[in-house]
């Protein structure tokens, strides 16, 4: 093995749902290690989740610039090869851009940033700073949408007509902001989240795993966007038509107000020649219908999948992985990209597999134009290339 | 039992899929029985399918005309009770008038017909006439739909917020109407069809099973329709933002380019206290989601449903039914409403439940407000109160 | 269409259940009508059956012996084609010696009777009259049994190895036939049912089912009958252990006290290439696996499916058929078989298919050896060959 | 966090599949690392395993043995807390007794050891060591399995009467012993694997779970033993009636020849007021059906599920957790155990719930009660209490 990357992390204090998970993600393949932390604003909360997290209290920091400026004084053999930023999205602009431009790798959650500006601000960061950009769409992690992806590319679809994508959860179906629900806090409130509620949230899940495994670019769509909670200030419900350069035509639909419903996230795509159905809440299986012949079942860790599909899974078929797992690849893969700009080597295909600054900024312009297509009441224009894209 | 009803049916003729099916529903329980048909426009052919049928020659007729003026000439413990029509789309209109004209009541294959004028003047024929008019959208014969809307009116799953309809089907996904494949014919061929292809073959179902489930009213709508098979003349794949007057929100697709789907219609509607599912390819199967308790697994048979569900079924639970049992509901339902009719009574509730002929003047004004939403690119109104509804 | 055929029913008076499933499953293809019954022993019962069925009064019978010589003595235009014997267990025998002799064909219900020496006059009794008899193992009745059976015979399993075989119902969890529960009554009265409770009732079924699907004979078996409901006579859990000739394995069990388990009948084979999958509570769909491919997904009513599925449909792919529908299949082949032993022409190939009285023979036998094996506490054989068989 | 354990590992060379997933297990929460291995038998092969892993080399060893007596030498705040055995079966009881008589605790694979003697032995030794032991039979560490146990303790099944386990993999289904498959070689090796093939692999997989979520004790069974591949000396598919005290009856049903079923483990239980369904490749999703109301489905993560499956869950419902989680339940568990043996303090409950060494000496009673029952051709006698059990 390599030597163990070093990471920090800004955001995921005590409570925080995401932190841990990138926390278990990173660990999983015992190949990196945390090492330093700015877990929270308080600074009192952040030296706890330090502790808790075992680590050195000297690289327990108080603020994210405080990490970022003595990380970066560090020894190379000792400061950290990359943060990862797992805080409110209205920080990932400033986190990001703080330690691109102290010279380091950058892991962060979705979505990007808040504004198309920012987002195309730290596009161009990343391509100045030749850094390695990952933004964990941790749902294009999953070995069977991979295998999705590859059949798409393979042709075993035809030329793609149609797509479906539905996001649905529950968890937001009452005022959970207004009883002291931290992370529904800070996703219902424009100021923190951004224009867009479960659009911002999972809608830009949904327009990635779309655009990973279908390889189509947006030109039009017609958003209707729904507030059922009362007093909520963002989008709970959103449902959108839309239509890709080509002429294959969609439907993307996302909630979090499907009482009941956990995390059900489903692609299908439709072509001339097959149909693919994958749903996240089984994520080892895979459908793929035919025209003249019996449906297929593709499953995890067999022999016959595709070498990205089958690179990207730890145990045999029938082992069931999960959401950690599909989360540890998109923190692998980037973490070989920073292995290879480190060796000054050409990565292998595998390193390059991971969603990226670019893929971030089509998430922010994409909510962007459908917060607008709503106000407008009607199509808009969605062709999008950003820098660097 | 009351004395069996007699039938006659016009279209059905020789390889036409849904007049056999009309003809097993009807055959079911026994209690009605086919006499006279004028089955194809081609006469030899409809002899034959008489023939093929055991029928009286006297009473296969070569047109639709001569058989609703020689049956309404029979003494009234022969003529038929009702008529079966099964005819291509641009038929229905046509038959149904005359019919109901000689004094008949109707049982009518949908889409109802294909123009807003031609629905309006059937609501008000059957009113004049007092005449029973059943229209076979078959899907609300389900016992577990029956199930769904009754949870609903229950209030079981709260305020009703959203609702996703999805019908897709892969048989159109090549152009078989160029293959001398006679359904694929006329539902692609404006002239047969109306003006909407999967919008009024399949779209009329799913917006009648939305109607009949959640009572919810529509109020806008936003179509994008395509046609993804070359040289074909009507929409083989539509997406369809709706609004719900009271601001419940829902998306509509249908499509018939799904290669290797077969007959995927499924209907989710969230409210504020509860989500439901279901498919009909798995129709005894109705699925309920809360927000703070297991899931729950409705099933058909059993003693735990209501009664309009428990009434519907003739099996008990775990031996399934199917599409033609849901079918043989609106026959029978239909049937004991002419009977109430017939014998001066009122008729049991059940008698009622069946879709009627302004449910059918329902969905021929969605199919043209979507179409015409297609074309105008944006929201239009899509309110409507049919003759007598 | 050749004659409608006439028959007469022997059992299935009021709140009888199965009588009814046959009724409607005779009714369904509009080609066999019934005109003469025997409903009940009581009288009374029995006219009101014939008069709520429509039934000439003279042809509703006081007793099935009445009935047996009176439509011996019609004239042959009028007088029924076959009997359908649909009464408790311990009356198949009498019932079908009486009509076979008169000359009747005869549609069973299982199982065939109650003893394996009846089993066996029964066998050379229909050989000796040339008779068509049926016995309404109806399971064998669904499509995607005959398409697994000839996936079989195809060799797309290769060598056959191990067969498991799984009928759970929860009905009779309680003690039900002390609350005046018919059903229940005389299936767990030994006088009524015979020797085997749910292995009489629903074992006779899985036995049958791996019969037909595989092929393979038994040679050997362990049974392990289990009374869980207080004061129950016979068992209401059986697990069986099989050796098959050849070296195939199997596990049978059956259950009617698996609570909330509905008619879950499964089947899974294993051979040396590939395995399937059939569950009747979705009967529609069978899957096969394979070494070293994905799984695949047959589905009813598609043409990749063999002719003797395929002829064994009524509806399009997605459009679900059930347990009539297969039920249905029985009649109708049985049917086809008496048509052509009354035109002296070789029956076609579907009119052989359905299960006969040396099935019955076997079935008989199956649960007097299990019987024997629980009683004996260990390993019984089990080769068998009816007479005839 | 308390301090990170220390652990080293005995087996688990390059391309060895168990050892990895321990190894990923061992690493999800971070909170214990792997400091020292004895990784193969062949020395190289173990430095290599160790420099893959980077270890320090000094701790790297070329036999297990140097390993206990290097380590137990170690001062305390170095050494490593317990060992983790992941060598072969017949390894595992040498490996096991001298790093308990070297002071250390153990995580050791299953089955326990090959021989009811060596697995009294392990009894009686973890006593006298106070040791923590904990085997992993890592189905027991799903949340779900928990909860099933969780229910039937509560009493929401009544009484249990029948329990059908079944394990089906297709992975031995040819020779691949034969093809130089290394995890194929031994555990078709009587020398190494045991009396048991399929038996001891999977077969103690099913037993333990039968008696982890009922705890019903076994009293006797029935087995049937095959050999389904040419020149395979041990068993690849076993068919076990059972009995338990207090009169319920089981089914037990293994199978590694079930071409193209990946790992299959499920297990129903039935009782008087309720049934439970569960299945090892949807982990996350437990089936209640009870007898009077719709069936209910339970799913990880939510609030409504009991304490010691909510404690052993990492994820919201509807993020899927997998085999790794599982597996890292027993090692959390098992490391509770040992910190609290270090501290001197009582253990929380989560801190016991992992298998025992009894539970491993019943699993080895077990399979040779089976292959005894095989041999004599009948029903044995399986009541069985371990030494401190």
Request: aromatic share 8%; with cysteine; proline share 5%.
């Amino acid at each position: 093995m390599s030597r163990r990357l070093r990471y920090g992390m800004v955001g995921g204090g005590p409570g925080a749902f995401i932190g841990e998970v990138h926390r278990h993600a990173a660990a999983l393949d015992g190949d990196m290690q945390l090492v330093a932390g700015a877990f929270s604003a308080d600074e009192a909360r952040s030296a706890h989740q330090g502790e808790l997290l075992g680590l050195d209290p000297e690289r327990t920091y108080a603020t994210f610039q405080d990490m970022a400026a003595h990380e970066a004084a560090l020894p190379p053999e000792q400061r950290i090869d990359f943060v990862s930023i797992v805080t409110p999205n209205h920080l990932h602009y400033e986190v990001a851009r703080l330690f691109l431009e102290a010279g380091f790798h950058v892991v962060c959650d979705k979505p990007l940033c808040t504004t198309v500006e920012e987002a195309e601000a730290l596009c161009r960061l990343v391509e100045n700073r030749d850094a390695v950009f990952a933004l964990t769409h941790n749902y294009t992690g999953y070995p069977m949408v991979k295998q999705a992806r590859a059949l798409v590319r393979q042709g075993k679809l035809g030329e793609l007509r149609k797509v479906v994508v539905d996001y649905s959860q529950g968890w937001l179906a009452t005022r959970l902001e207004g009883a002291g629900h931290k992370q529904a806090e800070w996703r219902t409130d424009p100021a923190r989240a951004g224009v867009g509620g479960a659009l911002g949230d999972i809608g830009t899940h949904a327009e990635n795993l779309v655009s990973y495994v279908t390889g189509l670019e947006l030109e039009g769509l017609c958003a209707d966007l729904s507030t059922f909670v009362d007093e909520r200030a963002l989008d709970d419900d959103a449902n959108v038509l839309l239509r890709f350069r080509g002429g294959a035509r969609g439907v993307l639909s996302v909630s979090q107000i499907a009482v009941g419903v956990e995390n059900d996230l489903s692609l299908r795509v439709h072509g001339s020649e097959g149909s693919l159905h994958w749903r996240q809440e089984s994520p080892d299986t895979l459908r793929i219908r035919h025209a003249d012949r019996p449906a297929e079942v593709y499953r995890r860790g067999n022999p016959y999948l595709a070498p990205v599909a089958s690179g990207a899974t730890r145990l045999p078929p029938g082992h069931p992985e999960g959401f950690i797992e599909a989360f540890a690849n998109i923190y692998r893969n980037a973490a070989g990209a920073m292995a290879a700009r480190g060796a000054g080597t050409v990565p292998a295909p595998r390193d390059l597999d991971f969603p990226t600054v670019q893929d971030g900024a089509r998430g922010v312009f994409f909510v962007h134009r459908a917060v607008e297509s709503a106000r407008a009441g009607g199509w808009v224009e969605a062709g999008y290339t950003p820098p660097g894209g």
